[in-house]
């Protein structure tokens, strides 16, 4: 008897433990705040430094052609403004038709996948210091375009792995605000370079010398870079787990493999056709700046080397205010006021430069390239954010990307083409152009902005205000879930 007491008290103990088991199987892990706070740092420390530099070598390597044309590549090599606009067309049209690469970061890990396109990218922006020709130039950009897509297009959403949706405006703000800090790093650097008296002409020692640091920093992407956040290095294995806790259960994503119908739903959402729109306007600028900046500030009377190095602090006044931009709209996550402040003030930056054709006053020009620069870098940056921020899935911010970045990109083929030398000195028609453009950001933004809004409140209405906290899978309905919210 007491063997059968013994035994039915053992089985009501494993059922008791089978229970127990179950329960803590189904229950959420709890984060706190410090534990997410370590996680997020950890993260700072490591992911953001060097896919930031990274960026800035990709961005350094590209919009060097722009400071090149000023020290003298297109008269050395006697290109007419037609053929110029080839040159740079050309690494535009392989960069738009590789941006399906971006979808290699999914496939291979990514510390050895970003390392062999830094040491790809630098060989050919090194031999593009060794060209004779055109063809040779043509050549040499095509295939920076083409390692330069991949990178280009799938850092933010490498980014949006680590972070939540809240925490992502800054970091994905810092990595796109490394575009006009390479380009003060660029405007600086060839200032020194093109004052250097060698037998080697400047535009090639700025390729040579431009070119090198992309390669040496390889090794350190390979060995310091994590693949992601359940594999991260710099963190133990207790904390693996909680980073990806914490992307699910405040985050309101569904971070899995590829669910074709979430992708195809982000390939014909309309909302990102919006933020598509706001991208082509804004790369207008963002190609034909990197490009021709130093080409517009020369025409305010400079020399080609003064040109040079005025453009520096016009890029590094844009990467504070793209730091700025972020910090406000993470604080505040008024996306869409962020954007149209900041295209509100390109779009008076881009007026006085089309408007002003008298080289009296020119400082006023000079402050119109201040303000559009200033202008136009942030709303890129926050726009980019804000389509991560509302998309619900992984595979349906990867199809969004996909729509921003390909069509979005169109737009520097018009900018390569706007501002010929037979427009010189105040290249009206290309500055026209972007004050139309800029202007039409404020629009967009605003339209979006109150469109998400008034589907928010709809919501609440019917559901009641959705808790920050709850976890919720949004595979099946996307941002149709009742608990799910936009960022406006």
């Known amino acids: 008897m007491s063997v059968e007491k013994s035994a039915e008290r053992i089985s009501i103990e494993l059922r008791e433990e089978q229970a127990k088991t179950i329960d803590e199987n189904t229950h959420r892990i709890e984060v706190t705040a410090k534990q997410e706070s370590d996680i997020r740092k950890a993260f700072d420390r490591r992911v953001v430094p060097i896919v930031c530099i990274a960026y800035v070598l990709s961005y350094l390597d590209r919009g060097n052609i722009g400071n090149a044309k000023t020290a003298g590549l297109q008269e050395d090599l006697g290109l007419s403004s037609a053929q110029w606009t080839w040159v740079l067309n050309s690494f535009y049209i392989v960069y738009v038709v590789f941006e399906w690469t971006q979808i290699l970061w999914k496939i291979f890990p990514a510390h050895i996948f970003v390392a062999a396109l830094c040491v790809l990218w630098g060989v050919s922006a090194m031999c593009t210091g060794s060209v004779s020709d055109m063809k040779g130039l043509i050549v040499c950009r095509v295939f920076l375009g083409i390692f330069e897509a991949s990178f280009g297009a799938g850092a ?174 993470d604080r505040y996550g008024m996306r869409g006021y962020v954007i149209m402040g900041f295209a509100t003030v390109g779009t008076i930056g881009y007026l006085l430069l089309a408007i002003i054709e008298d080289a009296a006053q020119n400082n006023i020009r000079y402050l119109g390239v201040w303000l559009a620069v200033c202008g136009v870098f942030p709303c890129l940056c926050i726009n980019i954010t804000w389509l991560l921020n509302n998309n619900s899935s992984e595979s349906k911010r990867g199809a969004g990307l996909a729509v921003l970045a390909i069509f979005g990109q169109c737009s520097s083929f018009l900018s390569s083409a706007m501002f010929p030398t037979e427009d010189a000195p105040y290249f009206v028609t290309g500055c026209a152009i972007g004050c139309g453009f800029t202007g039409s950001i404020v629009i967009l933004a605003f339209s979006l902005h109150w469109r998400l809004r008034y589907i928010n409140k709809q919501k609440d209405r019917l559901h009641g205000p959705a808790d920050p906290c709850e976890q919720i899978d949004v595979t099946d309905l996307g941002e149709n879930h009742p608990s799910f919210r936009y960022l406006v």
């Open 156 to 329: 933010p959403y490498f980014l949006s792995l680590f972070y939540q949706r809240r925490e992502l405006a800054f970091r994905t703000s810092l990595l796109l605000g490394m575009a006009p800090l390479a380009n003060c790093f660029a405007g600086a650097l060839a200032y020194g370079i093109t004052q250097i008296r060698h037998s080697i002409e400047p535009w090639r020692l700025l390729f040579l010398i431009e070119g090198a640091p992309t390669i040496l920093f390889a090794p350190v992407v390979f060995f310091l870079l994590p693949d992601s956040p359940g594999t991260a290095r710099c963190l133990s294995e207790g904390e693996q787990t909680l980073a990806l806790e914490r992307l699910t259960t405040r985050d309101r994503t569904a971070k899995s493999g590829i669910h074709w119908r979430q992708f195809l739903a982000g390939a014909t959402d309309y909302r990102n056709f919006v933020h598509m729109a706001i991208h082509f306007m804004c790369n207008y600028s963002f190609a034909g700046l990197s490009n021709f900046l130093p080409t517009i500030v020369k025409g305010l009377g400079y020399s080609s080397i003064n040109a040079q190095g005025l453009t520096a602090p016009v890029y590094f006044a844009s990467f504070l205010c793209c730091v700025l931009a972020a910090l406000v709209s």
